[in-house]
């Protein structure tokens, strides 16, 4: 009996490596923020309830109570398949978005549909364009598919929309923009937008990423929809898990034209979006008081943090979604000091920001306690 737990040899000698595809070796694996139970168990903190997460951006107001109350009416269904075309929810999205139910395919999260993206539109010879420190599975699914990464140094932690434009290559097939973008929780302006959008090569396909847009101020969040309605070559993508709080339940969506909708769903596994995911998010849309209230939260949370940043000198990027890129010195260092006191944040050092963490916005109280807990950390 060969097999052991880590190994690659099978009982019957061959190796796993040999029978996998070229280049899946190689791939990184995408790193999460902890999960509470595991700080728990690593640094024996007797009571996880005692631990606070801020490292993977979700909404510390928690759901949408719509949502909760229909997840609730939902359950006794749950040993029924879900609508495998989501029609309630892609019509409640249609009447919210002003455009067409045919041009909106939900998925598993805003990483499903980049994946199908993947799928649909990359392969050996094609090349997607996106910025130097954007959001980490760009360059994931490029490299499952064979597909070149362009990555276009940013301008003070925020999109260059020009030089992006200009990296444009005869290969190229998607250029991703994410606004605001992830890590650096900057954002690019509607007029940035618009200029952009009136130089890019109308043969490629922009993507835009917009996981946090409804976090901006109304008169903030760029109309790229509008390029949806006229016809170009754009994918919008958005998702449930930040203003809405959903996040557990792994529920994005994609706007683009019926043409792109349909090769999509050709490439989509049937039954993609849960039952209780589809009923939530409908009621969730309904909810504007909650998103009007995770705006304030954060606005608040963004002001406390940052204050508290520039009083102890550490340097930060002035941040428009629900988390602060802040530079600490050695960020992984600093990421276990803070777990191993029961806080958790993201460190970035696979992003290329070997001296940040990432730090989300939490409550009063956990924006207080993390505070005082880095200032132990770091001796100030």
Known sequence: ????????????????????????????NYEPGRPIEDVAREFGI?????????ASNENALGPSPRAVAAMQAAAS???????????????????????????????????????????????????????????????????????????????????DLAALAA???????????ANPNNPTSTCVTPAAVNAFMAHIDPRVIVCFDEAYVELLPPEAQPDTLRYVREGRLVVVLRTFSKA??????????????PGCIDLLNRVRQPFNVSAMAQAAAVAALDDEAHVTRTRAMVAEGLATLQGEFAAMGLPYVPASANFVLVEVGQGREIFRALMRQGV???????????RHVRVTVGT???????????????GV
């Open 1 to 28: 009996m060969k097999i052991h737990h880590g190994d690659t040899e099978t009982r019957s000698g061959a190796d796993w490596r040999t029978l996998a595809r070229a280049g899946i070796e190689s791939l990184a």
């Open 46 to 54: 007797a009571d996880p309830g005692s631990i606070i997460k801020l």
């Open 77 to 159: 269904q749950m040993h029924l398949y879900p609508d495998g075309g989501t029609y309630a929810l892609r019509e409640a999205l249609a009447r919210r978005l002003k455009v067409s139910s045919d041009c909106i395919l939900p998925g598993t999260g805003s990483n499903e549909l980049i994946e199908l993206l993947g799928h649909v539109f990359l392969g050996a010879g094609t090349s997607i364009v996106m910025a130097e420190c954007a959001f980490v599975v760009y360059r994931l699914v490029a490299a499952i598919f064979g597909a070149q990464v362009v990555a276009v140094p940013m301008r003070e932690h925020t999109h």
């Open 167 to 177: 990296a444009v290559r005869p290969d190229t097939r998607l250029v991703f923009v």
């Open 244 to 257: 809405y709080g959903l996040a557990g339940l792994r529920l994005g969506y994609a706007v683009a034209a």
């Open 344 to 354: 958790i944040v993201r460190p970035m050092d696979g992003y290329g920001l070997p």
């Open 364 to 378: 009063r109280a956990e924006n207080a306690r993390f505070i005082a807990t880095l200032k132990r950390v770091l």
